[in-house]
Each structure stands twice: as C-alpha cells, then as structure tokens.
C-alpha cells in the first residue's frame, strides 16, 4: 500500500557532514524517543514541519545528480518507515546509497512486526542506531554517543569510507544560521 506523503522537518540538498560523501539529508518531524540533549528538539513533535508529497521528495533527491545519496534524520525515521521506504526505493533504484540515522536499537528493528519498518529496512544500506545518550560522548565522524553503531546492510559503505567528523553551517537570507553534522560541544 502506497503511502503519498511525509511529514518533513528539513531538507538539505547537499552536504557531507551527515555520511559518506556529499548526499542530501531529510529530516522528518516527529519522534517517540525525546532523548535528553537532543540535537534537533524542534523535530520532535509529530505535529508541525510541513506535508511533502513522496514522489516530490524523491524528485528533490533524485535532481542532485552530484550526490552520493542520502541521509534520513529526524525526528525518527522509522516513525514514518512507509513513506521514506517508497523514497528509499527509488534512491537505490537510480543507484545512490540510503543511510538511516534511528534512536531504535539495531537489534529491535529487525524483530518488527510493521511491514514498514521491514521494507524500509530492506531499502537502506547503513544505519547509525540506537538512542542518544549525551553523557556517553563519541568522537566517530557518524555516532553521536558512544552506545550507538553502525550497521552495514549492504556492502556500499565500509569503515575507510568515514573521515574526519564535520560540522556544517550555513547562513540563509533570512539571516539565520542552521548547524548541521556533529558539532563540538557548547557551538550550539
């Protein structure tokens, strides 16, 4: 069953601070986890964002032809698992890798019983999972604490694929400045 719409919280057409490579990020809105510190506490109620139609996400991915592929943020990704696998699918389809930053732990999501979560899943070829815990800091260029890991699902990304940890920011013509990527403590 096709899902038409997801509820955003941002896009970013191009950046490498939030995987391997240059890759467009989408952050969904809404999350079930509330971790303490989080870094995008605006992302966290499921009302708010704005309603994009799927096939027009997946048009704005698709469109960066100079990306490697595509980050999935939040909020929680898995929280609007049908949508994002009907973008996902047609990410891999046109050949661009699909990473999924999640506060669920790489052990539960495979035990889903949501269809969802599976065909997600099966559309994703790295994820950075598990919740975030700010007292256990990490200086991994993609883990923002150190309980959480990496899970290779296909073999596009490797370890070597992981510099130096990066932290973006950008001023629009609004005058405000969006940080994104892994910044040092207190920059925020």
Partial sequence: MAVNNLQLAAWLPRSRANGPGRRSVLWVQGCPFHCPGCFNPDFLPFAGGRTVAVSEVAAWILAEEDTEGVSFSGGEPFAQAGP????????RAAGKGVLIFTGFAAAALPKSANPSVQRLLAAADLLVAGP???DRPCRHPLLASANQEL????ERYRMADFGLRRTEFRSGGDGAVTVTGFPPAGAT
């Fill in 84 to 91: 994002l696998a009907e973008v996902a699918e047609q990410v």
């Fill in 151 to 154: 899970v290779f699902l296909t």
């Fill in 132 to 134: 975030y815990q700010r």
